[in-house]
Each structure stands twice: as C-alpha cells, then as structure tokens.
C-alpha cells in the first residue's frame, strides 16, 4: 500500500471515493453530502488548516481521509479534526481506515500539533485511542446531534486536559449538518 498527501492532483478521485464509500453506507443523500463536504474541504481550506492522507493499492485509490484545524483562542495547543475518512466500499474490512488514521496521527505528531478529535463511531477510532469526551472539557464547533461520538487524542505524552473557550472550524464545516 502506498499513501500520499497530494490532494490537488486527485481531488476528483478522492471526491468520488467519499461518494461511493458513503452512499454504499449511508444512503445516495449522504453519499452526495459528504462528497460535497470532501470537495469544499480541498478547494476552500488553506494549506495550513488542512491536512489530506490518501491510501493507493496497485494505482488505484482506496482510502482518504481529511485532518482540518479547529482554532480554540483562548488554549494555545494545536488541534486538528479528522473527518471525514472514506474507504473504498470494496475494500472495507481490510484494516485500510485503521492505517490511515494511524499513519495520519503520527504525521499530526511530527508537527507538534497536541490534539487530535473527531465525531465518529467510538468503537472505530478507539481501535487507536480515542476516547470520549464532553463538550464541558473540549466545546465542539456546533451543537451535537450525538454527543457520545465527539472523542478525542492527545498526541503528546501528556493527557488530554480540558480545552478552554469556544471553537471555530474550518469554513467547510461550519454547517449544524456535519454535527
């Protein structure tokens, strides 16, 4: 398996991935949703709040998934939202989605960033340390339709301590939709 962090020459490829990935799970509506939410990510978001890791078997794309920044003003660490993350329909089940965030966290690691946080399936992300939060230790962007999926990572030795004040998401995200 190789992986790549170059969006912008597959961004069609990694738009139709997040397409096929989520409308074999979720439905054509939700397929079509977080395509678009995929695509507004890689055109909108500047190059210091994004972070795309995608995974390739033999040429062909298998995996994405997108790290963006959520700014907390009044804490001074780095945090970074992994959302969304796609693997091929096909490919599901073969560990795909486990190395990219894998491989995806320790790339966060090697910037210093401190923080790593999602709203997903906590079994899922558990499988690499994720644990639940509330949104009294680390406000979230929107209010959530599913408080126990917002859970997060310290990326540092130290633990993950309560996040101070409110916090803003990339512009993508910035819709009560994703939450």
């Known amino acids: 398996m190789d992986f790549s962090t170059d969006y912008t020459a597959h961004a069609d490829a990694i738009t139709q991935l997040f397409h096929s990935a989520f409308t074999a799970s979720e439905g054509a509506e939700e397929g079509a949703l977080i395509s678009d939410l995929a695509r507004r990510i890689m055109l909108e978001t500047s190059a210091e709040d994004l972070r795309v890791l995608t995974a390739w078997q033999d040429g062909t794309l298998v995996g994405g998934a997108f790290f963006t920044r959520l700014v907390y003003p009044e804490d001074r660490r780095s945090v970074f939202l992994i959302a969304p993350v796609a693997v091929a329909p096909e490919r599901q089940g073969q560990g795909i989605g486990q190395l990219l965030l894998r491989r995806g966290l320790d790339a966060l690691r090697q910037e210093g960033v401190g923080i790593a946080v999602t709203y997903g399936d906590p079994s899922f ?15 979230a962007p929107q209010p959530l339709q599913q408080p126990q999926g917002w859970i997060g990572l310290s990326l540092t030795r130290q633990p993950l301590t309560p996040v101070r004040g ?10 009560p939709a994703f939450w």
Do not use: L
Not at 166 to 175: G, H, K, L
């Open 166 to 175: 409110p916090c803003r998401c990339v512009a993508a995200f910035d819709d």
């Open 125 to 139: 992300y558990g499988r690499v340390g994720f644990k639940a939060m509330s949104q009294t230790d680390m406000a």
